[in-house]
């Protein structure tokens, strides 16, 4: 299974950004989808998941400010950054879990996306 994410670049504070995030491989069923981050210096943080059932979760510090979403049919997870902050500013990671056809568990991790929020 593979993940392949896009979506980063360089962004003025109070702008937004869309990550993307999309699964391919033998997968027969997916999990929580997660997006990650990782600011220089610092360890990676999970900033926001969403369940198969389409529960979210979110570290306090991006409430209100972000938004994930999955879209099933097309195995791909997104995040919706608004009102950007520099303290924003990482790699973020797409994270999936999930089955294979072969019904082995995967949990992969996709490419860092960066995030640079400057003026």
């Known amino acids: 299974v593979q993940l392949q994410a896009s979506g980063g670049g360089l962004v003025q504070p109070g702008g937004s950004l869309r990550l993307s995030c999309a699964a391919s491989?033998?997968?027969?069923?997916?999990?929580?989808m997660a997006w990650y981050r990782q600011a220089p210096g610092k360890q990676r943080e999970l900033v926001a998941a969403?369940?198969?059932?389409?529960?979210?979760y979110y570290v306090d510090s991006v409430k209100d400010r972000f938004t994930i979403s999955r879209d099933n049919a097309k195995n791909t997870v997104s995040l919706q950054l608004n009102s950007l902050k520099p303290e924003d500013t990482a790699a973020y990671y797409c994270n999936v879990e999930g089955t294979r056809r072969d019904y082995s568990p995967f949990n992969t991790w996709g490419q860092g996306t960066e995030v640079t929020v400057s003026s």
């Open positions: 491989g033998s997968i027969r069923s997916i999990g929580t």
């Open positions: 969403i369940t198969n059932g389409g529960s979210t």
